[in-house]
């Protein structure tokens, strides 16, 4: 199908499209630049099968517009990855807590760096755990300072072990109370310095 028999498409025609036929497009040259072509309201017609079907290459030609407009999930990793920085910040916070743990493993240290605090405190205590050592160690002082306790006492040690003092200076005592035993004893000699501040 050319972009302009895409555009043609009816919301109908989109909500009618088997994981089939979504794979189908997707694999058989459906780009971003078709993608895009397709009305926000096409797009959003799509069920979250039919938009896990699509390739990578296609899920990033989704319009920030787009991307704010539907669910996310359907979205599995791979796709998240394909999304550009601007179309992450562009998920509402409804929207980046229905990603599932695996599917926000896609988001790179960049993209979540560029989240807002509110987005943030969309995410669950699993989600945040799920972010691994990267991304937590990519976190503003901003983004940590928004962490629930329940999100603190839910990281790894490993990730615990990841902060950078800044981000441990950031925390709250109510944050600080919240570390577990395991928590307590992964941090560095220079991160309980910068506890202390």
Do not use: F, H, Y
């Amino acid at each position: 199908m050319s972009s302009g028999q895409l555009a043609a498409l009816t919301t109908a025609d989109v909500g009618a499209l088997s994981t089939a036929q979504a794979v189908a497009l997707g694999t058989a040259g459906l780009g971003s630049a078709q993608v895009a072509a397709l009305p926000t309201s096409d797009v959003v017609a799509l069920g979250s099968a039919q938009l896990a079907a699509l390739c990578t290459a296609a899920l990033a030609g989704m319009s920030t517009a787009e991307l704010a407009a539907l669910g996310t999930a359907g979205l599995g990793s791979a796709q998240v990855a394909a999304l550009q920085t601007a179309d992450v910040v562009a998920l509402g916070s409804a929207q980046l807590a229905a990603l599932s743990t695996a599917a926000l493993a896609g988001i790179n240290t960049a993209e979540l760096a560029a989240l807002s605090t509110g987005q943030m405190l969309g995410l669950t205590t699993a989600q945040i755990a799920a972010l691994g050592t990267a991304n937590i160690a990519a976190l503003t002082t901003a983004q940590v300072k928004a962490l629930t306790t329940a999100e603190v006492a839910g990281l790894t040690t490993a990730e615990v072990a990841a902060l950078i003092t800044a981000q441990v200076a950031a925390l709250s005592a109510a944050q600080v109370a919240a570390l577990t035993t395991a928590e307590a004893a992964a941090l560095s000699t220079t991160q309980v310095v910068a506890l202390r501040g």
